[in-house]
């Protein structure tokens, strides 16, 4: 059983920087991968991220790549996706989700957090 809840989302200029925050708790936490994955307005929910927590590999989605970095911090029990160099199009509920494997498709990861707004003005 793992719970997750996001944090760090809020109102930021294009081009600014936000760091959202995904703080897990329960027992097994450790042996889940993690997973970022946004949903804008009248769009589908798409993928950001993704972390193997026991390697420490990561993959991004190519509209993020270069801009975005997913990381973690074991000791807090913490995942993390840094956003620089935001622009209007990243505007979304930006969600983390916990999985078995490190993928690109939601519905294989099996714990969700209740999301997080992040708005980019232009």
């Known amino acids: 059983q793992v719970q997750l809840v996001e944090s760090g989302g809020g109102l930021v200029q294009a081009g600014g920087s936000l760091r959202l925050s995904c703080a897990a708790s329960?027992?097994?936490?450790?042996?889940?991968?993690m997973g970022w994955f946004r949903q804008a307005p009248g769009k589908e929910r798409e993928f950001v991220a993704a972390?193997?927590?026991?390697?420490?590999?990561?993959d991004y989605a190519d509209s993020v790549k270069g801009r975005f970095t997913i990381s973690r911090d074991n000791a807090k029990n913490t995942v993390y996706l840094q956003m620089n160099s935001l622009k209007p199009e990243d505007t979304a509920v930006y969600y983390c989700?916990?999985?078995?494997?490190?993928?690109?498709?939601?519905?294989?990861?099996?714990?969700w957090g209740q999301g997080t707004q992040v708005t980019v003005s232009s």
């Open positions: 989700a916990a999985g078995l494997a490190p993928t690109r498709i939601d519905a294989q990861y099996t714990y």
């Open positions: 329960g027992r097994t936490f450790s042996r889940y991968a």
């Open positions: 972390l193997n927590w026991s390697g420490g590999s990561t």
